[in-house]
């Protein structure tokens, strides 16, 4: 099972609906109860953040050397999108946009 397919499965739960039938649980079922309603949409979001986590950047979060710093203002004056700059140096669209807002190569705008 993939982890898309266990979030829908506990997203589904946690809203009152049996996921394989799509049919609405009885009112006394365990997954009418509060405390396991919250158990269920707590575990939904570790799922995603864990999901995230994995489709992030390699490089996010990382310390930027000097070198990098020369990479992304090369590629920026080259016309680079910051899209393929985030793409070749492995990190998010915001931190090389945030990066170059830093070196003052565009507006924070």
């Known amino acids: 099972m993939d982890t898309q397919k266990a979030a ?3 997203t589904a739960l946690a809203n009152g609906i049996d996921p394989i ?3 609405i649980l009885p009112k006394n079922s365990p997954y009418n109860n509060p405390e396991v ?6 575990a939904s979001g570790v799922i ?3 999901s995230t986590v ?13 070198d990098e710093e020369d ?3 090369g590629l ?3 016309e680079a999108s910051i899209g393929e700059i985030a793409k070749t140096q492995k990190r ?9 807002e830093k070196l003052g190569l565009i507006d924070r705008n």
């Open 54 to 66: 994995k489709n992030s950047p390699e490089r996010q979060g990382a310390k930027w050397t000097e």
């Open 48 to 50: 995603s953040n864990k």
């Open 21 to 23: 039938t799509g049919e």
């Open 8 to 10: 829908t499965i506990i």
């Open 76 to 78: 920026f004056k080259t």
């Open 37 to 42: 309603i919250r158990a269920l949409f707590f």
């Open 92 to 100: 998010s669209y915001g931190a090389i946009r945030s990066k170059l």
């Open 71 to 73: 990479i992304v203002v």
